[in-house]
């Protein structure tokens, strides 16, 4: 298989949460998800059905302590490739 990316990935295996709004400080206003890899430039994320997750989101890995801006750059029925932008 030809390796596309840059930069070498980091293979992990963490929970973390992809948080849809910060305004509603509720459950639902978060995603569960693993994360299972990542770069310097972004992630691979696992998670139940990814028809809920808009293009650009917020994920945290310190349950909301810090945030990473992501854009998703591919998807499948459980899995997410983002990017992480520039805040």
Do not use: K
Not at 36 to 46: E, I, K, P, Q, V
């Amino acid at each position: 298989m030809l390796e596309r990316r840059s930069v070498a990935r980091t293979r992990v295996r963490r929970n973390a949460e992809i948080v849809l709004s910060r305004r509603a400080p509720s459950a639902a206003a978060t995603l569960p998800c693993m994360l299972r890899d990542l770069t310097s430039l972004g992630a691979c994320l696992a998670l139940a059905g990814t028809e809920r997750v808009p293009d650009t989101f917020e994920l945290t890995l310190d349950r909301g302590r810090s945030l990473r801006p992501c854009r998703v750059r591919w998807r499948s029925a459980d899995l997410l490739g983002v990017s992480f932008e520039l805040g």
